[in-house]
């Protein structure tokens, strides 16, 4: 097996360290060739993934002919709304049947699509197969071999236990499951609800409110993604509640920190401004937002941070309405 890890942001070059030291043929491949050419010279991505002594085996190319070559295993960690012009563009580099196991987070934003289908309509004629890596896992514990659980979801049973087995290691434990979309819409939705726990974070309203967004945050992921062909069970398993536990405590979150920093006052163009990677959750609510509309699915938190982030609306205004909305039963 050679796999080609596409994105050398701090998630894909902590996960194609892992696999390289998995003794798994690994390349990297950066869009940026001082990235690359670092990370040759140094063992260590300085601008993403800084204070990680990379594994001697791990290959890198900023070149994705170079990258591609020999593999047919493809792992996706571009930022989502990404994903589809830089497939097209290496469509001509990937063998027939390629399997695409994808580990970016969000729904994009023109299609509304799940990244499945962004895959599927990117790579149309070249028969692509499909799995989808989520759950708590944050680069800068897995990187250090910390204690890791996350599920990979795929259709295909033989290809989801033989990348299970690949994907696994003695401090990074995968649980496998058929259904993909519930992994990859469990996934997308908690940065969004991160935000929005951020946001209560930021204006000091305690763990009471952090508590009620988590739980009514599962409500609203379970909600969307059975009505877009998940399972219910997926979302009260990692990529789902323990995810969405994870972004929303744990301030190693980018989407978390953009919601504190809203709550705080900051506006978000000044916020966005000053990250370095990105934060999935800002464009993933707008998506999600339309995708509710569209499904007619109701999503009163996601609509809420929604109207904070391109409506300007004030966050307390937000919490009041969230909070004056009709009683209903749980």
Same mark, same amino acid.
């Given at each position: 097996?050679?796999?080609? /890890?596409?994105?050398?942001? $701090?998630?894909?070059?902590?996960?194609?360290?892992?696999?390289?030291?998995?003794?798994?043929?690994?390349?990297?491949?950066?869009?940026?060739?001082?990235?690359?050419?670092?990370?040759?010279?140094?063992?260590?991505?300085?601008?993403?993934?800084?204070?990680?002594?990379?594994?001697?085996?791990?290959?890198?190319? @900023?070149?994705?002919?170079?990258?591609?070559?020999? $593999?047919?295993?493809? =792992?996706?960690?571009?930022?989502?709304?990404?994903?589809? &012009?830089?497939?097209?563009?290496?469509?001509?580099?990937?063998?027939?049947? &390629? #399997?695409? #196991?994808?580990?970016?987070?969000?729904?994009?934003?023109?299609?509304?699509?799940?990244? %499945?289908?962004?895959? !599927?309509?990117? =790579?149309?004629?070249?028969?692509?197969?499909?799995?989808?890596? @989520?759950?708590?896992?944050?680069?800068?514990? /897995?990187?250090?071999?910390?204690?890791?659980?996350?599920?990979?979801?795929?259709?295909?049973?033989?290809?989801?236990?033989?990348?299970?087995?690949?994907?696994?290691?003695?401090?990074?434990? #995968?649980?496998?499951? &058929?259904?993909?979309?519930?992994?990859?819409?469990?996934?997308?939705?908690?940065? /969004?609800?991160?935000?929005?726990?951020?946001?209560?974070?930021?204006?000091?309203?305690?763990?009471?409110?952090? $508590?009620?967004?988590?739980?009514?945050?599962?409500?609203? +992921?379970?909600?969307?993604? +059975? $009505?877009?062909?998940?399972?219910?069970?997926?979302? +009260?398993?990692?990529?789902? +509640?323990?995810?969405?536990?994870?972004?929303?405590?744990?301030?190693? %979150?980018?989407?978390?920190?953009?919601?504190?920093?809203?709550?705080?006052?900051?506006?978000?163009?000044?916020?966005?401004?000053?990250?370095? !990677?990105?934060?999935?959750?800002?464009?993933?609510?707008?998506?999600?937002?339309?995708? %509710?509309?569209?499904?007619?699915?109701? =999503?009163?938190?996601?609509?809420?941070?929604?109207?904070?982030?391109?409506?300007?609306?004030? &966050?307390?205004?937000?919490?009041?309405?969230?909070? %004056?909305?009709? =009683?209903?039963?749980?």
């Amino acid at each position: 097996m050679k796999i080609a /890890v596409l994105g050398s942001g $701090a998630w894909g070059t902590t996960l194609a360290h892992m696999l390289a030291k998995n003794d798994v043929d690994t390349v990297l491949w950066a869009r940026e060739p001082e990235v690359a050419e670092a990370i040759r010279t140094t063992r260590e991505n300085v601008t993403f993934l800084p204070g990680v002594q990379l594994s001697e085996k791990l290959q890198v190319e @900023s070149d994705p002919a170079a990258a591609f070559q020999g $593999a047919d295993y493809f =792992l996706v960690v571009i930022p989502s709304q990404f994903i589809r &012009p830089a497939l097209e563009s290496f469509r001509d580099l990937l063998p027939d049947k &390629p #399997v695409i #196991v994808c580990a970016s987070k969000g729904i994009e934003l023109d299609s509304l699509s799940p990244m %499945s289908r962004v895959v !599927a309509e990117a =790579l149309e004629g070249k028969r692509p197969r499909y799995a989808s890596l @989520s759950g708590p896992s944050f680069a800068a514990e /897995v990187s250090r071999d910390m204690p890791t659980t996350v599920s990979l979801g795929c259709e295909d049973h033989e290809l989801g236990r033989e990348l299970q087995a690949a994907f696994s290691t003695p401090a990074f434990r #995968v649980y496998f499951t &058929p259904d993909y979309r519930g992994v990859e819409l469990g996934g997308a939705v908690k940065n /969004v609800i991160a935000i929005a726990a951020g946001i209560a974070d930021g204006l000091g309203f305690g763990h009471d409110a952090r $508590a009620a967004l988590i739980t009514r945050g599962l409500a609203e +992921m379970s909600r969307l993604g +059975m $009505a877009m062909g998940g399972q219910r069970r997926t979302f +009260m398993g990692l990529s789902g +509640m323990g995810d969405l536990v994870l972004t929303c405590t744990g301030d190693l %979150s980018r989407n978390r920190q953009v919601g504190l920093k809203l709550g705080a006052g900051r506006k978000l163009d000044d916020i966005i401004g000053e990250m370095k !990677a990105v934060a999935e959750g800002v464009k993933t609510t707008k998506s999600l937002y339309n995708l %509710s509309q569209k499904l007619k699915v109701e =999503l009163p938190i996601t609509e809420q941070v929604y109207r904070i982030l391109y409506e300007d609306k004030d &966050p307390t205004e937000a919490v009041k309405d969230l909070m %004056s909305r009709d =009683l209903t039963d749980e």
